[in-house]
């Protein structure tokens, strides 16, 4: 079964912080995504990397940043955290033809 | 611009009885479709998919219909339990695996006992 690891399931955070979001999966999959979902919006891409150093930006990528240099991990950078970030954080990972497997997701809180 | 859309923010159905959730789509590009269940303090878990070259898929209680001419699809369940209570979101997919999904607003799904 795959698993899907977030390393935080809440955080809080002041305004103006780096705030680090980190998430590994145990399957070898290719592809790994970062979500954010908001009441009323669904969910929302904010990067996705199809392959180790390899990046694209989503739909939102603006005030985050992403890194991939292992397989397995995917990170999620806030470089300077406002309120409007504020929000429930999904990582997920895609193998060849299978359907996204998210994590259990990271609450994160901005004051 | 979404090109995915739940109308429904919320369904409330009676145990036993059938749930249907609606998602329309405005991308004609979208080749694949999938739905997913979200409980509370949890991610989303695969529920069920359709090809477009398919006009229904069925997996125990649960069916989804693909009207490619009106450009919609439902998820039927039948019959509706309590643990089906759930955000159920619609999603789009276009193209070979590393391609991104285009997700609903979601649906909150009740079942009442």
């Known amino acids: 079964d795959v698993k899907v690891t977030q390393s935080s399931r809440y955080l809080v955070k002041r305004t103006g912080e780096k705030v680090f979001l980190e998430c590994v999966q145990d399957?070898?999959?290719?592809?790994m995504f970062w979500y954010r979902q908001d009441p009323g919006l669904g969910l929302r891409l904010i990067y996705f990397?199809?392959?180790?150093?390899?990046?694209e930006k989503g739909d939102i990528p603006e005030g985050y940043s992403v890194s991939r240099e292992k397989k397995e991990r995917f990170s999620l950078i806030l470089e300077s955290a406002s309120t409007n970030q504020t929000s429930m954080y999904l990582c997920?990972?895609?193998?060849?033809?299978?359907?996204?497997?998210f994590g259990n997701g990271t609450r994160l809180t901005v004051t | 611009d979404q090109q995915v859309k739940q109308n429904s923010p919320s369904l409330s159905v009676q145990e036993g009885r059938i749930s249907i959730l609606n998602c329309d789509y405005t991308?004609?590009?979208?080749?694949?479709f999938l739905w997913y269940k979200k409980y509370p303090a949890e991610g989303p878990t695969f529920l069920i998919s359709?090809?477009?070259?398919?006009d229904k898929n069925e997996d125990g209680r649960f069916t989804v219909f693909l009207n490619k001419s009106a450009k919609h699809l439902s998820l039927h369940i039948v019959p509706s339990q309590p643990g089906d209570s759930a955000v159920y979101f619609c999603?789009?997919?276009?193209?070979?695996?590393?391609?991104?999904?285009?997700f609903g607003e979601g649906t909150q799904l009740t079942v009442n006992p």
């Open positions: 399957m070898d999959h290719e592809n």
């Open positions: 997920a990972s895609r193998g060849q033809n299978s359907p996204l497997h």
């Open positions: 991308n004609s590009m979208f080749d694949y």
């Open positions: 990397s199809y392959d180790v150093k390899m990046k």
């Open positions: 999603a789009a997919d276009w193209g070979t695996s590393g391609s991104r999904l285009t």
């Open positions: 359709i090809s477009s070259i398919k």
